[in-house]
Every structure is written in C-alpha cells, then in structure tokens.
C-alpha cells in the first residue's frame, strides 16, 4: 500500500490550501484515513481523522479551520485548511489504517508534505 500526498506549499497567514493523499495497492478496505503534522522540534500530532462511515475527528487547535473529508471511491482523503496560522507551518502526514486480503489491519503513512505559513 502506498499513500501518495499533495498540496503543500507557502502560504500567507489567513489563506487556504488543500492537501490531498490517495492510496494504492492490493487491499480489502481502508478503515480511517487522516492527517498529522509534525512542526520543528516537537512531536507529530494528529490533525484530523475520518472513518469509513464518515466520522471526523479534529485536533482542537484547527477545529473550525479545518475540514476532512474522503471520496471512498478514489481511496483519497482531503484536508481543506483555511485561516491558515503561522502555528500551523509543519510537515503533514497522510495516514490510513488499512485491511489487507487476509483480514489483517495495518498502518500506513504518506511521505509528508511541507506547509509554511508565513506571517
């Protein structure tokens, strides 16, 4: 399984970007897609997931900024990000939690896109 993300980039603060992460490979099903970030020097944090059935779930700090969503048919998860702070400058990661054939259940992570927030 490989998780191709996009749409990163500099932006001004107050402005928008979307981020976009498709998923290929042999596999029974995706069960949450997501985002996390990852800011210089400090830990990577969940930004937002989504289930299958369409169950979101958001950090705090991007609650009413950002939104998630998925088009289950192309395997891909977007994360529209809008009011952009200079507090969200930091590389994103897509994740899935992904079945595979045999009924097994496994993590996958994206190979991170930059977003620079200038102030």
């Known amino acids: 399984v490989q998780l191709q993300a996009s749409g990163g980039g500099l932006v001004q603060a107050g402005g928008s970007l979307r981020l976009s992460c498709a998923a290929s490979?042999?596999?029974?099903?995706?069960?949450?897609m997501g985002w996390y970030r990852q800011a210089p020097g400090k830990q990577r944090e969940l930004v937002a997931t989504?289930?299958?059935?369409?169950?979101?779930n958001y950090a705090d700090s991007v609650k009413g900024r950002f939104t998630i969503s998925r088009d289950n048919a192309k395997k891909t998860v977007y994360l529209q990000m809008n009011s952009l702070k200079p507090e969200d400058t930091a590389i994103y990661y897509c994740?899935?939690?992904?079945?595979?054939?045999?009924?097994?259940?496994?993590?996958?992570w994206g190979q991170g896109t930059e977003v620079t927030v200038s102030s």
């Open positions: 490979g042999r596999f029974f099903s995706i069960n949450v």
């Open positions: 989504e289930t299958s059935g369409g169950s979101a």
């Open positions: 994740h899935a939690n992904v079945r595979g054939l045999l009924g097994r259940a496994y993590d996958y």
